[in-house]
Each structure stands twice: as structure tokens, then as C-alpha cells.
Nanobody, 126 residues
Framework: VQLQASGGGLVQAGGSLRLSCAASARTFSSYDMAWFRQAPGKEREFVARITWRGGSTYYADSVKGRFTMSRDNAKNTGHLQMNSLKPEDTAVYYC????????????????????WGQGTLVTVSS
């Protein structure tokens, strides 16, 4: 499956952005989706995950209460609504996907995901 992330940009602290991740696969509804981010000089960091049916979401503590992940399987698209943005949210954001298998995996480990988008840059100014 191919993933295309979009929606990044420059925003002031306290502002909002909505990222989108468009998937090519008609079986997109069979994939768990996640967002990761990577700031300059730092390792890739887990942000959020949504299960293949959209029934369960999980967030990093650093974004909990500010970010909301959703998906529209009919449109093969996932979204990350980011509110109350902070300068420390500045990073390249990547969407990722993993085909649902029913087996356990580490949600926050980037190696758990098989498919990645190209990344979209989010810059939050103070």
C-alpha cells in the first residue's frame, strides 16, 4: 500500500492543523494506521495510532488531549487533528500502516509498521 501524507505547514503556537494520509490500497480498511514524527536531530517518535476499524485510538502522552486521530475507510484516508500546537510539536510527520493480523505488536515502535508515507513538515512558531 502507498501512503501520501499532506496538510503540514507553518502555524503559531496555540493554533491548529489537520494532517491527512491518503492510502492507495482498496483494502485500506484492513490496516491499522499510525502517525510518527521526527524533529531535527531526534529519533522518530510515536504520536498516535488508530485500529483498522477505527474503534480504538492510542496517543503518546505528549499529545494526549490535544491531538485526535480518525479515519474514513470509505475514502481510504486517515486524519490527525492537531490543536493547541506547541513549538515542541515541530517535526516532520509521517503516516504509517500495518495490516491487521490479530497478533500483538508494539504500537509505539516504528519497526512494527510496514508502510510509510513521505512525511509532511509541521512548524510551530512561538
Amino acid at each position: 500500500v502507498q501512503l501520501q501524507a499532506s496538510g503540514g505547514g507553518l502555524v503559531q503556537a496555540g493554533g491548529s492543523l489537520r494532517l491527512s494520509c491518503a492510502a492507495s490500497a482498496r483494502t485500506f480498511s484492513s490496516y491499522d494506521m499510525a502517525w510518527f514524527r521526527q524533529a531535527p536531530g531526534k529519533e522518530r517518535e510515536f504520536v498516535a495510532r488508530i485500529t483498522w476499524r477505527g474503534g480504538s485510538t492510542y496517543y503518546a502522552d505528549s499529545v494526549k488531549g490535544r491531538f485526535t486521530m480518525s479515519r474514513d475507510n470509505a475514502k481510504n484516508t486517515g486524519h490527525l487533528q492537531m490543536n493547541s500546537l506547541k513549538p515542541e510539536d515541530t517535526a516532520v510527520y509521517y503516516c504509517a500502516a500495518r495490516r491487521f493480523s490479530g497478533s500483538y505488536y508494539d504500537t509505539s515502535d516504528h519497526t512494527s509498521y510496514d508502510y510509510w508515507g513521505q512525511g509532511t513538515l509541521v512548524t510551530v512558531s512561538s
